[in-house]
């Protein structure tokens, strides 16, 4: 079993930053890829971004120039930077991880972000 923890969210003004953190514990070796997604007040969870366990990356198209994931030289922690926030950036966001072991996907319970205008 794998356990994925966020952290970082808060309540921000239009315009500012923020460092969201994702920690993963336990079987941590069969994790391979990780992402970011978001769920918008009324809206369905959409993707932020991932990236595989050899660093490659991959962006929604709308989010493309203000986040930026990374993943921590142990693997197990995985970081969204999110720059130039927006009140539609408004979510909670969750991290997601891929594992070779059933079930093979985990979800963290999420971290909400608030951007005020």
């Known amino acids: 079993q794998v356990q994925l923890v966020e952290s970082g969210g808060g309540l921000v003004q239009s315009g500012g930053s923020l460092r969201l953190s994702c920690v993963a514990s336990?079987?941590?070796?069969?994790?391979?890829?990780m992402g970011w997604y978001r769920r918008a007040p009324g809206k369905q969870r959409e993707l932020v971004a991932t990236?595989?366990?050899?660093?490659?990356?991959n962006y929604a198209d709308s989010l493309k120039g203000r986040f930026t994931i990374s993943r921590g030289s142990a693997k197990s922690t995985m970081y969204l930077q999110i720059n130039s926030l927006k009140p539609e950036d408004t979510a909670v966001y969750y991290c997601?991880?891929?594992?070779?072991?059933?079930?093979?996907?985990?979800w963290g319970q999420g971290t909400q972000v608030t951007v005020s205008s």
């Open positions: 336990g079987y941590i070796s069969s994790i391979t890829d």
């Open positions: 990236i595989t366990s050899g660093g490659s990356t």
């Open positions: 997601n991880a891929h594992s070779r072991a059933i079930p093979y996907e985990y």
